[in-house]
């Protein structure tokens, strides 16, 4: 289940894309089968922001959002029949039928109109028009969205009449009082109105925790009196009042029937945009129209289907049930990783999206992102696991540790990586398998120049290999600060992903069997970032693996007669035979454009920082909102050229002779990208990758920043 609005666009982005129209780079991710996610969640599963700057933007920019909601700036608002009740020419109570319409088209009371009652299947009511001439969108504190309009407002002859026993009173017992409002802000200057909605950004604590869109406040549709004045509210003298029953009504005395008017017309202006958030807010029926339930502790909140909107509504308040702002399905990580040997049927379920706080000051607007995720089944390849639920985390705060100024930010929790990791692991998706169906190049020749003794026992020929990864305990996430330095190494990484104790089984085919060559058991900490590609791509790098791999313990190798020293430092180099496939499945992605905006990326860092330590919880991104005619800000391209003249490989490194002057990206046999780098003073580049140990021809391939790519083979 799949829902955007615009302003949570992208966080969808955060889960690598995986809900795009187009499938998921990162294996299939396809809709829950149960409809909606029911596991483990957290509050602080990650944030949205929008600064000042970015409501800057989006206010330069608000004609195609106004357009959204309001088509050629025009928006049909309807009054529907009502029964009012006031004081009026001296009579305490009189009851009032406003917009006693009648029947499309009816000018008498023999079909309805002016005849003091209100039948819904008869008075059609009276649409009020609004003409749009300006958009602007302001943060309120604590977590209001203030969205003001200027608009001329028009209603036409709106029929209202008299009714009870005050109908012949008001009359002097002369007949029913009939008469017409008509509003029209032309009329007096200033020529129209402004109005000010103030869209609460609620959290629903009967249902999850979810945000919900509510309309909090229509400011500026009152009646002008006193120290208010227009544009700051609607002018009595913009309206005409004509007399069409009986003559002795004393119209000058009627002015409560324009504050009557103006409240009616408030209502249901209120009403039309509460159901215009509704259409994306409010969470639809399913097929069959069945609607969903919630249990959180504090009572069973349920829903019924409202067939003629689609929408489900809580049975208790009346109020529509909160839609997903965000994204959740089934991620099908045994499908994603077949290629290694993943577990079949591996699969997690995720839910990300807008819940659990929201805060809002003149700095900017900060939403919440409530997520979590679960296994379908726990796997028989690990032990069962339970995993403690993580402390409350505060909403991050983008503005202190941006890397300049920014439009707006996404954030995702360590908390929440951590807790994807612990679930995958669960859900057998690291129990790896590979062989040479899926690395070809798997064979005892390829360790026969570090393992001699292995040559001996295959008779000098090549014979398969297998690599079984077990993973004894599941990994989990640190969140750096992400920086680096002037050349482009990184001085600490974004993430910091930990995994103790796993365990690597390697298997050659002997005798027609397979034999256990040796097991080993090591600690990972792989520093993982981002690099920010032209105007919106994102994609996932490695930073350096020296010293990544620790407390290597060997047992099992009796077979063999090398010491336990060349089989420890064989570790890295067999851990790096699944890099290709896992880098296939997590792939750069392009956030995507929405509502006439693209994103122009400026920075990638941790935020929040732990208080007495360098970590911190978040991973932010941050991005520029650029407009359909504004060009994206990306790196010039060069004129095409070579990149490498030489390059020479000894042991697990490689030295290249590359092109001055240029940053570059390198990765080996089609694993990860590294983090840019320079070359040196005289063009040297050096790569140093645990692949590059293994024997054979490898691949190394350098990018630019400027999308320049050359491949050199190393043997």
């Known amino acids: 289940m799949i829902r955007r609005s615009w302003l949570f666009a992208w966080c969808v982005a955060g889960l690598w894309a995986c809900t795009g129209p187009s499938g998921c780079a990162c294996g299939g991710f396809t809709p829950l089968p149960q409809g909606s996610y029911s596991g483990p969640k957290l509050n602080t599963a990650g944030a949205a922001r929008m600064s000042a700057q970015g409501f800057t933007t989006l206010n330069a920019n608000a004609t195609s959002i106004l357009a959204f909601f309001a088509p ?11 029964i009012q009740q006031t004081s009026l020419a001296g009579i305490p109570i009189v009851q009032l039928a406003i917009a006693d319409t009648g029947t499309l088209g009816c000018a008498s009371e023999t079909c309805g109109r002016m005849n003091g009652a209100c039948d819904p299947a008869i008075d059609v009511g009276q649409a009020v028009t609004l003409n749009f001439t300006s958009l602007t969108f302001a ?17 036409g002859p709106i029929p209202i009449s008299s009714r009870g026993q005050s109908a012949s009173a008001l009359c002097l017992f002369a007949g029913r009082a009939k008469f017409t409002v008509d509003l029209d802000t032309a009329r007096a200057q200033p020529a129209s109105t402004d109005l000010a909605l103030d869209i609460k950004f609620a959290i629903n604590t009967r249902w999850d925790e979810l945000l919900s869109l509510e309309v909090a406040n229509v400011g500026n549709a009152q009646a002008c009196s006193g120290s208010v004045v227009p544009p700051n509210c609607i002018d009595p003298n913009d309206m005409e009042i004509l007399n069409e029953g009986c003559g002795a009504l004393n119209i000058a005395s009627i002015g409560a029937v324009k504050s009557l008017l103006i409240n009616q017309l408030t209502d249901s202006l209120k009403t039309q945009i509460t159901d215009a958030l509704a259409e994306a807010n409010c969470a639809t029926c399913g097929p069959a129209g069945e609607c969903p339930s919630f249990d959180g502790g504090a009572g069973l909140a349920t829903s019924t289907c409202e067939p003629d909107a689609g929408t489900c509504m809580d049975t208790m308040t009346g109020k529509c049930v909160p839609g997903l702002l965000g994204a959740e399905g089934r991620l099908e990580v045994g499908q994603a990783l077949a290629a290694l040997g993943a577990q079949p049927g591996a699969a997690i379920e995720l839910s990300f999206g807008a819940g659990g706080s929201a805060e809002a000051n003149p700095a900017g607007l900060t939403a919440g992102l409530r997520g979590g995720a679960k296994e379908v089944f726990v796997a028989d390849c690990v032990a069962p696991a ?6 409350m985390l505060a909403l991050p705060d ?9 439009d707006v930010g996404l954030s995702v929790s360590g908390q929440m990586i951590s807790e994807v990791l612990f679930r995958a692991q669960q859900s057998g998706a690291l129990c790896l398998e590979l062989g040479q169906e899926t690395v070809s190049a798997l064979e005892s020749g390829l360790l026969s120049t570090l393992l001699p003794s292995l040559g001996k026992l295959t008779g ?7 690599i079984v990864i077990r993973p004894v305990n599941p990994p989990s996430a640190v969140v750096g600060e992400g920086t680096v330095d002037a050349d482009g190494r990184p001085l600490d990484p974004l993430v910091r992903l930990n995994w103790s104790g796993v365990e690597i089984d390697a298997y050659a085919l002997l005798d027609d069997r397979q034999a256990r060559l040796f097991t080993v058991a090591a600690d990972l900490s792989l520093p993982l970032g981002v690099t920010l590609d032209g105007c919106s791509g994102v994609t996932p790098v490695v930073g350096s693996l020296t010293g990544a791999i620790t407390n290597v313990q060997v047992k099992n190798s009796e077979i063999l007669a090398e010491p336990l020293t060349v089989l420890q430092n064989l570790v890295p180099s067999l851990l790096t035979l699944a890099e290709p496939q896992l880098a296939m499945g997590l792939t750069g992605f392009t956030l995507p454009q929405f509502n006439g905006f693209q994103l122009q990326l400026v920075g990638a860092r941790g935020i929040g920082q732990v208080s007495g330590s360098s970590t911190y919880n978040h991973v932010a991104i941050y991005a520029d909102l650029l407009s359909g005619g504004m060009m994206c800000k990306a790196k010039a391209k060069r004129a095409s050229s070579e990149l490498v003249r030489s390059a020479v490989k000894s042991k697990d490194s490689a030295s290249l002779e590359a092109a001055l002057g240029r940053e570059y990206s390198w990765r080996v046999d089609k694993g990860f990208w590294s983090t840019w780098q320079k070359a040196d003073a005289l063009g040297r580049l050096q790569v140093q990758h645990p692949r590059l140990l293994l024997g054979g021809e490898h691949v190394i391939e350098l990018r630019t920043p400027e999308g320049d790519v050359q491949q050199v083979v190393v043997r």
């Open 139 to 155: 943060p309120k504190a604590p977590d209001i969205l203030e969205a003001k309009v200027t608009a001329t407002v028009s209603t």
């Open 386 to 391: 339970t995993r403690p639920a993580p402390p």
């Open 398 to 406: 983008f503005d202190l540790d941006a890397p300049g100024p920014y």
């Open 460 to 466: 000098g020929q090549n014979v398969p290999l297998r």
């Open 72 to 82: 050629g700036g025009v928006m049909q608002v309807p009054v529907p029949c009502s």
